[in-house]
């Protein structure tokens, strides 16, 4: 049980610096991952409903990307970041999603066109 312990112990402070300098890529991964699913969630709609609005796509996007959000907070909770700030991180991540879909919604050619 002693060992058990101490190898538990040892382990954990080895991965601190490793953990942090982790954190940013795990953001960053975190952030792709969110960005993905509500991209694709956006995508499946406007393929069976080609007259979505952009509004509706989005903000159903975000409820079916729930857990990816769920993961961003997780993060922020762990590395302390207060609440009321964490959740103006994920407002903001929501907000720059949601304009960049009604740019690409209401002129996907022109949006292909300026981003290749």
């Not at 610096?17 to 952030?31: E, G, I, S």
């Not at 304009?99 to 050619?109: C, F, H, L, N, S």
Request: neutral net charge; contains cysteine.
């Amino acid at each position: 049980m002693f060992t058990t312990k101490i190898v538990l112990l040892t382990a954990a402070l080895v991965a601190i610096p490793v953990a942090a300098a982790t954190q940013a890529d795990t953001a960053t991964t975190l952030r792709s991952q969110y960005e993905n699913c509500v991209y694709d969630a956006v995508g499946n709609q406007w393929i069976k409903a080609p007259k979505i609005s952009s509004a509706l796509a989005v903000e159903t996007a975000f409820q079916m990307c729930a857990t990816e959000e769920q993961a961003i907070y997780s993060l922020l909770d762990g590395v302390n970041v207060p609440f009321p700030q964490a959740q103006a991180t994920v407002v903001g991540i929501k907000l720059k999603l949601k304009g960049k879909v009604r740019e690409i919604m209401e002129d996907p050619a022109g949006y292909k066109q300026r981003h290749q």
